[in-house]
C-alpha cells in the first residue's frame, strides 16, 4: 500500500468532504469505507500533508506487533502514547493527523474510536481498512453515533480527464456547455474509450499517466484481481470462500447476456438462491459489487416495493471488468466486429460507476409487469428520480423509455449513448462522457 502514495498531480473529489471534516467545530473520528486500491492510503497522508504540521501513521496490516495496543484498556491517552513511541512523533491536537491504517487488523480498534470521540474530540484522527465493509455488518462493538463514515470509490471519468490534464475539459464537463463540448465530441469519445480500458483505480491510474502504456496498465489491474482473490482465501469464513470464488468468476457469464439479470443456475447447474446468498453479500459488504435491484412500480422509496430476488450485479470498475474479461485494449480502443454484446455489458458498468461516485446509492432498474420493456436504471436522490436507458453506440431508439414515459410522463426521462447532446420534448440525450446525470441540470 505504500506505493500509493507517489500519485503526482492526482485530484480527488472526495478531498473537499475530507477538508471539511479537518475544519468542523465538533468533529468525530473518521472512518474511510471502501475496497482494496481505492486510494484510501493517498487520501489520509495527502490530507496531513495539506492541513497538518506532522502525521502518525500506523498500518496495523503491515505492523503486527502494534496489533495489540487496544487490547488492555481502550484510555486514548495511554493508547497515544503508544502510538507517540512506535512513530515517533509527537501528537498535538489540532497539529498532528493520527492515522490508523487496515485498522480491521487491531482487535477493539474499532471500539476504540468511540473513547477518542468522547475524550479528545480536539484531535483529528483518521481510520481506513480494505474489509471495514465486511466487519461494519458482523461486529456488534461498532461505535454507532461516534464516528463518521466516508465511502470511497474508484475515480470517475471527471477525476481521470483531470489526472491526464485535461482540466478544461473537465471543466466545461461539469459545467454541461453543449456547444462547446459539442466541438470536441471526437476527443472525448477517445479519451471515454481509454477509460473503458483503464478504469478508475487510481494506482491503475498513476500508471498510464505515467507510461501511457497499456500493456503496462494490465498488469497492475491483473495483480489488484489477484489480491482480491488472496482477501477472500484470507477473509471470507472458510466455508463461503469456494462459493464467492464462484460467484466472483461468473460474473462475466452474468454480464454477458442481453438480459443481465442474475441468473443462479448460470454459476452452477441446479444452484440456488440460497446456497449463494451469503457470498454475495460478502462482496458486497467489501466493495467489490453492486446489486441493481429490479422494480415494476415507481413509488417512493422504490426499496420498499423493489423485487429483491430480481437483481442485476456489476462489479466496481470498468478497467478491472475489462481486465478480468482479458479483452485487449485494441478492441475497446478500436472496435471489433465480434465486440458488440459485452460492449454494452462495459457500457453499463462505466454509467453505474459515474453515479455510485457522484453520490447516486440507492439504484435500481424498471421493467414493466409483462416484461416487456425495462429501463438500465433508476437513481433515487433526495428529491430526484432519475430513470436513464443505456445505449453503447449511437443508436438513439428508446422504446423501453417511451413505455416508462407512457406511464409516468410527469418523470424526465434520459438516454445516455455515443451520441451528441439533444433534448427532445420528454427525453434528453446525454453523451456517455458527461455523466453522471442530474435530474435538475440544464437541457
Same mark, same amino acid.
Given at each position: 500500500m505504500a506505493g500509493l502514495f507517489v500519485y503526482s498531480g492526482m485530484k480527488r473529489d472526495i478531498e473537499a468532504s475530507l477538508n471539511a471534516w479537518v475544519s468542523k467545530g465538533k468533529r468525530k473520528p473518521l472512518i474511510l469505507v471502501g475496497p482494496r486500491q481505492v486510494g484510501k492510503t493517498w487520501l489520509m497522508k495527502t490530507l496531513g500533508e495539506n492541513h497538518?504540521?506532522? !502525521?502518525?501513521? *500506523?498500518?496495523?496490516?503491515?505492523? *503486527?506487533?502494534?496489533? =495489540?495496543i487496544f487490547n488492555d484498556d481502550l484510555d486514548p491517552n495511554r493508547i497515544l502514547q503508544v502510538i507517540e513511541i512506535a512513530t515517533s512523533v509527537n501528537i #498535538?491536537?489540532?497539529?498532528?493527523? /493520527? @492515522?490508523l491504517d487496515e485498522i480491521q487488523e487491531a482487535p477493539n480498534g474499532l471500539t476504540a474510536l468511540k473513547y477518542f470521540c468522547e475524550e479528545l474530540p480536539d484531535l483529528h484522527i483518521i481510520a481506513a481498512g480494505s474489509l471495514l465493509g465486511v466487519g461494519l455488518k458482523t461486529r456488534s462493538s461498532f461505535p454507532v453515533g461516534k464516528v463518521e463514515l466516508l465511502h470511497v470509490h474508484p475515480m470517475s471519468f471527471n477525476e481521470y480527464l483531470n489526472a491526464l490534464g485535461e482540466t478544461a475539459l473537465s471543466a466545461h464537463l461539469k459545467a454541461h456547455q453543449w456547444d462547446l463540448l459539442n466541438a470536441f465530441h471526437d476527443k472525448l /469519445?477517445?479519451?471515454?474509450?481509454? $477509460?473503458? &480500458?483503464?478504469?478508475? !483505480?487510481?494506482?491503475?491510474?498513476?500508471?498510464? &499517466?505515467?507510461?501511457k502504456d497499456l500493456e503496462e496498465v494490465r498488469k497492475v489491474q491483473e495483480q489488484i484481481l489477484m489480491a482480491y482473490e488472496r482477501d477472500f482465501s484470507k477473509h471470507a469464513p472458510s466455508a463461503v470462500v469456494p462459493r464467492i470464488l464462484q460467484v466472483w468468476e461468473g460474473l462475466l457469464a452474468q454480464l454477458a447476456k442481453e438480459n443481465k439479470k442474475f441468473? $443462479?443456475?448460470?454459476? =452452477?447447474?441446479?444452484? =440456488?438462491?440460497?446456497? $449463494?446468498?451469503?457470498? @454475495?453479500?460478502? %462482496? %458486497?459488504? $467489501?466493495?467489490?459489487?453492486?446489486?441493481?435491484? #429490479?422494480t415494476s412500480k415507481i413509488e417512493r422509496p422504490l426499496s420498499a416495493f423493489a423485487d429483491t430476488k430480481a437483481f442485476k450485479i456489476y462489479i466496481h470498475d470498468v478497467g478491472l471488468l475489462s481486465a478480468k474479461a482479458a479483452l485487449h485494449p485494441d478492441t475497446i480502443l478500436n472496435g471489433n466486429a465480434l465486440f458488440k454484446q459485452f460492449k454494452g455489458a462495459l457500457t453499463e458498468q462505466y454509467v453505474l460507476q459515474q453515479h455510485i461516485a457522484h453520490g447516486h446509492i440507492h439504484t435500481f432498474y424498471w421493467e414493466n409487469p409483462s416484461g416487456q420493456a425495462e429501463v438500465d436504471f433508476l437513481f433515487e436522490g433526495k428529491d430526484d428520480l432519475i430513470p436513464l436507458e443505456v445505449k453503447a453506440s449511437e443508436n438513439l431508439q428508446s422504446k423501453s423509455l417511451k413505455v416508462f414515459h407512457s406511464k409516468y410522463p410527469q418523470i424526465p426521462c434520459f438516454r445516455t449513448s455515443l451520441a451528441r447532446h439533444k433534448h427532445e420534448e420528454w427525453l434528453t440525450n446525454l453523451p456517455l462522457y458527461s455523466l453522471p446525470v442530474t435530474a435538475h441540470q440544464p437541457h
Open positions: 497538518f504540521e506532522g !502525521m502518525a501513521y *500506523i498500518n496495523f496490516e503491515r505492523e *503486527i506487533n502494534l496489533q =495489540r #498535538r491536537p489540532g497539529k498532528t493527523l /493520527v @492515522i /469519445v477517445n479519451l471515454l474509450k481509454t $477509460y473503458y &480500458v483503464v478504469g478508475g !483505480m487510481p494506482e491503475v491510474v498513476d500508471t498510464y &499517466v505515467r507510461l441468473i $443462479y443456475g448460470l454459476i =452452477r447447474s441446479g444452484a =440456488r438462491a440460497k446456497e $449463494y446468498e451469503a457470498a @454475495i453479500d460478502w %462482496l %458486497l459488504n $467489501y466493495g467489490l459489487i453492486t446489486k441493481v435491484t #429490479r
